[in-house]
Each structure stands twice: as structure tokens, then as C-alpha cells.
């Protein structure tokens, strides 16, 4: 049911019922399910942009893995450390963990968790300014997650293609690849992933100086953030528009939303 409603990007409803998991399986000593169940739990609050408490659980979750031996989960358990730090903008911290993981992952053959590692690779690689070798390894990616069907990555990894093009100042190249995102996210009711590609469009947009379309495209993301509880990309979306506002001259609308 917590996986369920994490799916639906309900993640308050979707810790809920994962922390009722939880005290199940500590009481039964089913470590494993326990470890699976912090894991779920540290995802929710990543997609809620509260990463630190995200990082708390993963932790627990690594724990119990690097206990039970199991390759597999650890390499789970260091990606998803590694992004939570890469979202706090440690970048060191966050390379080190998918490093670590990149290696495990390749060690069992799981395909699937090698095209995520890549793509986080990919993450820290651009904010670090290394574009070209971030496009390769979102390219790397990419190949796995079409190769076995893994469309809501697919997407995912898009995206990210598309926000390199746009650091390179490539705008109908972002748009292109913000656009196919966006089709996909819609199609696989990934509300999260659709809120990103609309924002993304917006910056696109105002870029280019078509505030109109801009700020459809950030009331859009913004209704979508407010719905899924998504706090950090709520005010992500409330400062694009406060920064379209302000370019439109309005000095009184940009600073409602700033503030």
C-alpha cells in the first residue's frame, strides 16, 4: 500500500503505511524487509525535499545490508546515499557513494541499477561543470533503461540530458529533450517527473524571453508540487515565477512570489 501510494506521489501517505511496515518487521526480525522498508521510507522524504531525514534512513537501511551481506541492496542503499548528498550540493560525498555502488552493481550483473548509478553520475558530473562527460554518461544510461523498458528512467534520463543542453546554452536542444520527457512522464502518470519537465520548459521559456509561456508552464509545475507535497519544488516553482515577473517589470507580483 506505501508503495502504492509513493507511486501516486503521495509520499505522507505513503511513509504512513511504510512506518506500520516497519514496526511489523522489526518485530518479526525479518531484516531484510526491514532494510527494503527504511530504504522506501528514506525515498519518500528525498521526493519531499527533506534529504538530510532521507540520509538517516538510508543509512539504517546500509547498515542492516552491509550486515546481511547483501551486494545488491548495499550498492541500492550507497545510490540512494549519494543523491541525497548530491542534492545538499556535497558533491564529493555524493561521487564517492555512486562510485561504490557503480562497482557493486557491475560486479552482480544488475543492469537496471548500473543505468541509475550512471545517470547519477551524470547529476554530479553537471553541476560540477563537466558537460560533455555528463552527456556521456547520461548517454550510457539511457541505452540500458530503452534495452530493458524502463520507461519512467527513460524519462528521467531525458530530462537530465535536456538541463545539460540548457547549461551549454543549447535552448531548442534542452526544449527537444525536455519536451520528450515530459510526453513520457504524462503517459506513465509520473506527476513528480511531469512537474520537472515543466519547470524545465518554463526556464526554457523565459529564456527566450516568452514569459507568457513561462509562467503556464511554472503555474503548472507549481499545482502539481502543492498536490504531491513536493515542498523544495514548490518554492523552486514560486521563485521562477517571482524571476519571470521581475523580467516582465513587475516589480510588486515578483516580489508577492518571492516572498
Known amino acids: 500500500i506505501g508503495l502504492a501510494y509513493d507511486n501516486l506521489s503521495q509520499y505522507d501517505k505513503a511513509i504512513a503505511y511504510y512506518e506500520k511496515s516497519l514496526k511489523i518487521r ?9 532494510a527494503k522498508t527504511l530504504n522506501n521510507i528514506g525515498l519518500a522524504y528525498g521526493n519531499l525535499g527533506q534529504y538530510y531525514k532521507a540520509i538517516e534512513f538510508y543509512e539504517k537501511a546500509l547498515q542492516i545490508n552491509e550486515k546481511l551481506g547483501d551486494i545488491s541492496t548495499v550498492g541500492t542503499s550507497l545510490s540512494n546515499i549519494g543523491t541525497a548528498y548530491q542534492s545538499t550540493g556535497q558533491y564529493a560525498k555524493a561521487l564517492e557513494c555512486f562510485e561504490k555502488s557503480l562497482i557493486l552493481r557491475k560486479k552482480i550483473g544488475d543492469i537496471k541499477g548500473e543505468g541509475t548509478t550512471l545517470n547519477n553520475l551524470g547529476l554530479v558530473n553537471k553541476e560540477l561543470g563537466q558537460y560533455s562527460k555528463a552527456i556521456g554518461l547520461y548517454e550510457d544510461a539511457l541505452k540500458i533503461f530503452h534495452k530493458i523498458g524502463d520507461v519512467r528512467n527513460e524519462g528521467i534520463t531525458i530530462n537530465n540530458t535536456g538541463s545539460v543542453y540548457n547549461e551549454l546554452g543549447q535552448y531548442s536542444k534542452a526544449l527537444e529533450f525536455y519536451e520528450k520527457s515530459l510526453e513520457i512522464d504524462r ?8 512537474g520537472i519537465s515543466l519547470s524545465n520548459i518554463g526556464t526554457i521559456s523565459a529564456e527566450r524571453g516568452q514569459y507568457s509561456i513561462a509562467l503556464e508552464a511554472y503555474l503548472k509545475s507549481l499545482e502539481i508540487a502543492k498536490k504531491i507535497g513536493d515542498v523544495a519544488g514548490e518554492a523552486t516553482c514560486l521563485n521562477n515565477i517571482g524571476a519571470a515577473y521581475s523580467d516582465l517589470g513587475q516589480s510588486s507580483k515578483a516580489l508577492e512570489f518571492y516572498e
Open 26 to 34: 522489526k518485530k518479526t526480525g525479518n531484516l531484510n524487509g526491514e
Open 187 to 194: 503517459r506513465i502518470g509520473n506527476l513528480r517527473g511531469e
